[in-house]
């Protein structure tokens, strides 16, 4: 499918580009929880990679495409480095917003700041380093076509 199954529902469930970078909207599920009806710590990650995920996709990054080796070669993207504050739980049917912004590109690597918020409380805040890897395991420039996509200009 040439759109990766994106379409006008696709686009909604990808969330949105805005003027700092990217926004998408989760709801917590119990299988998110621990017995207490609050989420599982290592369940924010999962969150927060859904929505770095779904701004790669809307930014033109898919990863299937990365993976078949449509710019040359096979390339993944990594985490190298994590830092996550947390500031306040979010629970069972909370409406979650993911925000995502690029603070910087540099070689191969990208430097992203995330928030997960329930309404306007900031839950979860996050400074991820991520990298671009060829097939064999060493670090890959970052594409300048994919510069524009990740520095937003005044999006709305």
Not at 142 to 148: G, I, L
Request: charged content about 30%; proline content about 3%; overall charge neutral.
């Amino acid at each position: 499918m040439d759109d990766h199954g994106e379409s006008a529902l696709g686009a909604g469930l990808s969330g949105v580009l805005t003027e700092f970078g990217h926004r998408l909207m989760a709801r917590v599920y119990y299988a998110d929880t621990d017995f207490s009806g609050v989420v599982y710590h290592a369940r924010y990650l999962e969150f927060l990679e859904r929505g770095r995920s779904d701004y790669l996709r809307l930014a033109g990054v898919h990863h299937t495409e990365l993976l078949d080796g449509k710019h040359g070669e096979r390339i993944v993207w990594v985490v190298r480095r994590m830092e996550i504050h947390f500031r306040s739980p979010a629970r069972m049917d909370d409406i979650l917003t993911i925000d995502t912004r690029t603070e910087d590109i540099s070689g191969a690597r990208i430097f992203m700041a995330q928030q997960l918020k329930r309404g306007g409380e900031v839950l979860v805040e996050a400074k991820v380093e991520a990298a671009i890897i060829g097939e064999n395991g060493r670090p890959r420039r970052f594409p300048k076509e994919w510069v524009a996509a990740f520095i937003p200009t005044g999006r709305s």
